[in-house]
């Protein structure tokens, strides 16, 4: 009895550690879409007068199109056209100017991922592995937060801790 469930936990661990791993493993989201990056259109609407609707821009934005940045500002009690940069108020232009000081890099996240591409590759010793290992834990995993030791660590330094459970006595 105890040799069969042996071998059944082998058999379901060979079988777990064969899967394709896309929970975490960054590369293999290369070719597939993006869920969160389908938005669906808003619904269709006919105007009370068909005279109403402005002239088709080919490549510019729809009446349907959604603009979740501009709906979570609304939502938020903020002024969406501010979101285009134009139209500035002078109460936000001190704190637009602080923020772009040493200019703006167009290519930030193209950048981001290009050095966080080199610095996955370095960490690689080799490129092949017996069991099906999550990229991003391999590469980042000398950086994790430890969250007791850092606890542990604020608590002897003094500083309250008000959200952490109480120290054991």
Do not use: H
């Not at 590369?27 to 969160?36: D, H, I, L, V």
């Not at 139209?87 to 193209?110: E, Y």
């Not at 290992?133 to 950086?143: F, I």
């Amino acid at each position: 009895m105890f040799g069969r469930c042996m071998i059944l936990m082998a058999g379901m661990t060979l079988l777990m550690s064969c899967g394709d791993g896309r929970l975490r493993d960054i590369r293999t989201n290369r070719s597939t879409p993006e869920e969160f990056a389908i938005v669906p259109p808003k619904p269709l609407q006919t105007p009370p007068n068909l005279s109403e609707l402005p002239v088709p821009t080919p490549g510019a934005a729809n009446r349907t199109d959604q603009m979740p940045l501009a709906d979570a500002v609304a939502a938020l009690g903020g002024r969406p056209d501010a979101l285009s940069g134009i139209n500035v108020s002078a109460a936000d232009a001190a704190l637009l100017g602080t923020a772009q000081r040493f200019g703006v890099n167009a290519t930030i996240r193209a950048d981001l991922a290009q050095d966080d591409q080199a610095f996955r590759e370095r960490k690689a010793l080799f490129s092949w592995r017996l069991v099906k290992e999550d990229e991003y834990n391999r590469a980042y995993s000398g950086q994790r937060l430890d969250a007791n030791a850092e606890l542990i660590r604020m608590r002897l330094l003094g500083i309250r801790t008000p959200s952490a459970p109480p120290e054991a006595r």
